[in-house]
């Protein structure tokens, strides 16, 4: 989890190894998780506790809980307390509407304070869910859809790669005590109505209602970039690969890898009944029916070596080869990894990865592709159209001469 964690934070750009970042800890266990594991990545936290006074004893139980934690781990801690229900009725809103402006201003307002960084909170892919599901209930738009961001502003949302099952599993594994918010039952709250619900889901539908809401994300960007002419970011790339490839078979996971590797060359993803091929910066598709081929036909004729005889080099679809070299069966089929052979030269006989021959002869793709080996047992003897295996080329030793025609 910790490589995750790690790994989430550097895709989506939340910090730099160097920075120091706010924590906002309640003392459950999602936030303990999250100090914990921003603690374990070497980043200099500093932790921030809010006290709303909602809960009674249970309140100070939490205060309390999380100094001893910050102590432990000898983590500064900064405390507030807030008059949440007299902020709700002067400003007409709701208890949990209170409590959030009144933590996120006073997040921001300590940021500034201590120069952190960023505020990292413990929202993680349940709470995603929640959202997406609480959006949906009041008729929401392309906007609400997409959730909560793992960045929004100096707001860092770091555990949203994990379930709330793998964040207690970590607890349990580091021994990490947390404390419970006895209100999280209270289905009178639509959250908490939501989560009950929810509780009935696996963690793979936890995944693929966050894996929804971050897609919605990319698709935002993509519409403002479209209607507003900015420059479409890394979500926006993303989204617009996924509506033109996930057609064509392709999954969620091989959309991303395509995405990071359109910079590169040489790479190849399959789906189903397609292929997708970069080189040089270019994406093709093919159908993987249009691939298949007609197996050349190979002519041969054996004949003895005449004692005075000139023999020309190879052409395209024609060689001469010593014959009594060759094993049977002989075989013909495209390249693969890990290919060697021994190609002709003016010089010293040198085995020669195959791969490296074509990017010597700087082949795309395609082209490699399309090039047939004639094989005697494991070895090449001839990449047809290119170049003879020194091995079984014609010598004066040579007795016997086989003569390949190709046809295609």
């Known amino acids: 989890m910790l490589q995750r964690f790690k790994q989430y934070i550097h ?15 309640s003392g459950g266990a999602d936030s303990v998780a999250l100090l914990y ?57 709701s208890i949990e509407m209170a409590a959030r402006e009144l933590r996120y ?66 607890c349990q594994t580091h021994a990490l005590d947390y404390v419970t918010d006895s209100t999280n039952a209270d289905t009178a709250f639509k959250r908490n109505a939501i989560r009950a619900i929810l509780q009935q889901a696996s963690d793979t539908d936890i995944h693929h209602y966050a894996e929804a809401a971050q897609r919605m994300q990319a698709y935002q960007q993509l519409v403002e970039a479209l209607l507003f002419g900015t420059e479409i970011c890394d979500e926006g790339q993303l989204a617009l690969i996924y509506e033109l490839l996930a057609p064509y078979g392709f999954n969620a996971t091989q959309i991303s890898d395509i995405l990071a590797a359109l910079p590169s060359s040489g790479k190849r993803f399959e789906a189903p009944s397609f292929t997708a091929t970069i080189d040089h910066g270019q994406l093709t598709i093919r159908s993987r029916k249009q691939q298949e081929e007609q197996l050349p036909t ?46 002709i030269t003016s010089g010293h006989r040198m085995r020669k990865k195959l791969q490296d021959f074509f990017c010597d002869l700087k082949l795309s793709l395609a082209e490699k592709d399309a090039v047939w080996l004639l094989c005697s047992g494991e070895d090449i003897v001839w990449v047809i159209g290119y170049r003879l295996d020194d091995r079984y080329k014609v010598t004066s030793d040579t007795k016997r001469i086989a003569e390949l025609q190709i046809e295609a």
């Not at 895709?11 to 800890?25: P, Q």
């Not at 809960?55 to 102590?71: K, T, Y």
């Not at 959730?147 to 860092?156: E, H, L, T, W």
């Not at 395209?316 to 009594?324: G, I, M, Q, T």
Request: glycine share 6%; with cysteine; charged share 25%.
């Open 11 to 25: 895709s989506h750009r939340l910090l730099d190894d160097s920075d120091n970042v706010l924590v906002g800890v």
């Open 298 to 343: 190979l002519l041969r004729a054996i004949r003895p070596r005449m004692s005075k005889e000139h023999f020309p080099q190879a052409t395209d679809d024609w060689a001469l080869v010593d014959a009594d070299k060759l094993t049977e069966p002989l075989s013909l089929r495209h390249w693969k990894a890990g290919d060697t052979f021994y190609p």
């Open 37 to 93: 594991l921003l603690r374990a990545c070497g980043y200099a936290c500093e932790a921030a506790h809010c006290n709303f006074h909602l809960r009674g004893d249970e309140s100070m139980r939490d205060q309390h809980f999380v100094e001893e934690l910050c102590a432990k781990w000898r983590i500064p801690l900064h405390i507030t307390d807030f008059a949440t229900i007299d902020y709700a009725k002067t400003n007409g809103i």
């Open 105 to 170: 201003e006073w997040f921001e307002h300590l940021r500034q304070n201590l120069d952190c960084k960023a505020i990292a909170v413990a929202h993680h892919q349940n709470d995603q869910a929640e959202t997406l599901l609480l959006n949906l209930q009041r008729g929401t738009g392309i906007r609400g859809l997409g959730g909560m961001k793992p960045k929004n502003g100096y707001i860092i949302r770091p555990m949203l790669c994990f379930t709330r099952n793998e964040i207690e599993q970590l």
